[in-house]
């Protein structure tokens, strides 16, 4: 299995599989802490943390522990775990438990052993090495206990969904017991008119839990896929994934991979497999949409798909539909009728046509090439200057961490506070912007009008303490920025997008050098909220039952927003043209100082780190303890608590 930079490693000893959880990153402790509900009871585990291959600068606790708690270490506390809180840097930790049996029986802990470092004749620290013995003879189990009467009691479990859980684990309730969850799920009837058909394809690999996730999402909540054709590419001959597949009855092909895993070349070829075996398998077909398996999609997805399709066969300077907007954050979005039509990358869901396809693939990002497919596309002129039509607030959200692309900080900090519209809004029904204004040149005679109208303001404070948009007033509003190319060699974008609450990683979603906005002031609780309601969502897809037994999705959304926004255009100049609404140079704002600048990228971290608390042992410090024998550690990233662990 290897090493790494910190975490914990689960194995289903009976059966196959196991999984590791970086938890030195944030938002990993949840993923454990699920997964470890998920197993069935009567499992066999084995638990180890992995020794770091460095120290971590600043680091006083080995680095899996750094964000274990509280979620994931309470979970491995529940299993019976009693040694975390003394283990120390590069020592090695261990436990087999059995998971609660049916009846409800507490877990039990066939061995837990940890070992401490020694100092060797010279002084130095030995690698200490871990051996666990356990009796072949406890390891027992399997799905319900591997009784056939009680694999098929229901008359509904096939066979096959019964061998798979014997198999696999970390699935829940489809592989209930008493109850349950019988794929491939009820389907939500379309509720609107599909006018054309558009089939769905899903790239994955070796990551079937997220597979899962995605299938019942897709097949059980999203209105109109029992009436859209389904295809599954997978990276690999993974034979959970493929087993998983067949039991959700989708269509299958498997891809050669090409290039070592985890790398740029790995993925590319798959996704660029993927659009040719759509194509190719229903070639009457103009269109496609691409989704990745560690997606969350809206209720309304193939509902927003639709309504747009004909965008891409009217309009030839459009080679896109995306589902997920840049800018859908609570600050910076709140409209979902509204669509934009942008410069754009291919990204988390997103409808292309079999023209475009043809065309891009010839000149796809060669192997080996050190780049992602989409950065590709985007920046290195393939899409020859072709827009997309993306929405103001998101269809999907991305729920992957931890992997190549995307890490558990990455993650925690640009995408677990998006918001989609299942996540906050009661209806999925939403009416969307007419189309025609979307085409060709109408939208610039569109925006053209909007900017001419548009209430220009100037910054009268640092925009990240003092909203740059005048309350009680309806606008829109224009600020226009000192910015001569996309690159923001001024930092002008950055510096409102860091004080607006959006990514501010890259300028992004441009149309003619102009970004669109619907902003409010920046709000801790509403960010929270966000992450709270994506987090309800996700559990909700996995949780509810389908075939007639659905829960009411509303019981997990929040109230609709009240709240007035406002649209705020930021124009880039002289980049954009439609600098000419400005009254020249004394317009245009530059960034300032170094210190603006570097306020900004204070304030947008202190934002993002909020509620991200590395873990500690405070638990076993005590007041009689004497501090010498104590490691201090930092209980908080901004308090000065302190406590100490008895090593």
């Not at 969850?181 to 079937?208: Q, R, S």
């Not at 909700?540 to 929040?558: A, F, M, P, S, T």
Request: net charge negative; hydrophobic share 35%; proline share 7%.
């Amino acid at each position: 299995m290897g090493t790494t930079d910190g975490g914990i490693i689960v194995v289903v000893v009976v059966g196959a599989g196991w999984r590791t959880f970086l938890t030195h990153q944030p938002g990993e402790h949840l993923a454990l802490r699920d997964y470890i509900a998920a197993i069935q009871p009567g499992r066999v585990l084995l638990l180890a943390a992995m020794v770091s291959r460095y120290r971590f600068p600043s680091s006083q606790q080995p680095p899996f522990l750094t964000y274990l708690w509280p979620e994931g270490g309470e979970a491995l506390e529940q299993l019976g775990a009693t040694l975390l809180p003394r283990v120390a840097i590069g020592e090695p930790w261990a436990m087999v438990v059995v998971t609660g049996e049916p009846a409800g029986g507490k877990a039990k802990v066939l061995g837990e052993a940890l070992v401490t470092k020694e100092l060797n004749e010279l002084g130095q620290n030995k690698n200490p090495s871990l051996n666990l013995e356990i009796p072949h003879s406890m390891l027992t189990g399997g799905w319900c206990g591997r009784r056939e009467e009680n694999m098929t009691s229901s008359k509904s479990v096939t066979s096959e969904q019964a061998r798979f859980c014997d198999t696999y684990d970390g699935y829940g309730d489809l592989c209930d017991c008493h109850l349950p969850f019988l794929p491939p799920p009820y389907p939500v009837p379309a509720g609107f008119e599909m006018k054309e058909d558009i089939p769905v394809v899903v790239v994955t690999a070796n990551k079937p839990h997220h597979l899962y996730r995605l299938l019942r999402n897709l097949l059980g909540l999203v209105e109109g896929a029992g009436e859209t054709k389904l295809l599954v590419v997978v990276d690999g001959p993974h034979q959970e994934t493929l087993d998983l597949a067949r039991l959700f009855q989708v269509e299958v092909v498997v891809h050669a991979p090409q290039g070592p895993p985890g790398k740029n070349t790995r993925t590319n070829s798959n996704v660029a497999f993927a659009l040719v075996s759509v194509f190719s398998r229903w070639p009457h077909v103009d269109k496609a949409i691409l989704l990745e398996d560690d997606l969350l999609l809206a209720s309304d997805l193939l509902r927003y798909f639709h309504h747009t399709a004909p965008a891409l066969t009217l309009d030839p300077s459009l080679y896109l539909v995306s589902a997920w907007g840049q800018h859908s954050y609570h600050s910076t979005a709140s409209d979902p009728s509204t669509v934009h039509r942008v410069q754009a990358y291919p990204q988390y869901g997103w409808m292309t046509t079999r023209a475009w396809v043809t065309y891009v693939l010839p000149h796809w990002a060669p192997n080996g090439s050190g780049v992602d497919w989409d950065w590709w596309v985007y920046s290195e002129g393939v899409n020859a200057g072709l827009e997309a039509l993306v929405p103001e607030v998101s269809r999907t959200a991305h729920m992957g961490a931890a992997g190549a692309h995307v890490t558990g900080w990455e993650q925690h900090l640009f995408f677990s506070h998006r918001i989609m519209t299942d996540s906050f809004l009661k209806s999925s029904a939403h009416t969307l912007m007419p189309l025609h204004t979307l085409l060709g040149r109408n939208y610039s005679t569109w925006l053209d009008g909007e900017l001419g109208i548009a209430t220009k303001i100037t910054l009268q404070d640092h925009p990240c303490h003092t909203h740059p948009v005048p309350p009680h007033m309806s606008g829109p509003f224009v600020l226009y920025l000192g910015v001569t190319s996309r690159s923001d060699d001024y930092s002008s974008f950055y510096l409102l997008q860091a004080c607006l609450g959006t990514d501010d990683q890259e300028v992004k979603e441009l149309y003619e050098g102009v970004m669109r906005l619907r902003v409010r002031p920046y709000s801790y609780s509403r960010t929270q909220a966000a992450r709270t309601s994506l987090l309800a969502q996700a559990h909700h897809v996995l949780h509810y039952q389908g075939r007639g037994r659905r829960e009411d999705k509303n019981n997990i959304q929040g109230e609709e927003e009240k709240e007035e926004s406002q649209v705020l255009y930021l124009v880039g100049c002289p980049l954009s043209p439609y600098c000419r609404h400005s009254s020249g140079t004394s317009d245009w704002l530059l960034a300032g100082t170094p210190a603006i600048l570097e306020e900004a990228m204070k304030v947008a971290r202190r934002r993002r780190m909020a509620g991200i608390i590395p873990s500690h042992s405070c638990k076993y410090s005590h007041p009689s303890l004497d501090v010498t024998l104590c490691t201090i550690i930092k209980c908080h990233l901004t308090s000065d608590v302190t406590c100490c662990i008895l090593q």
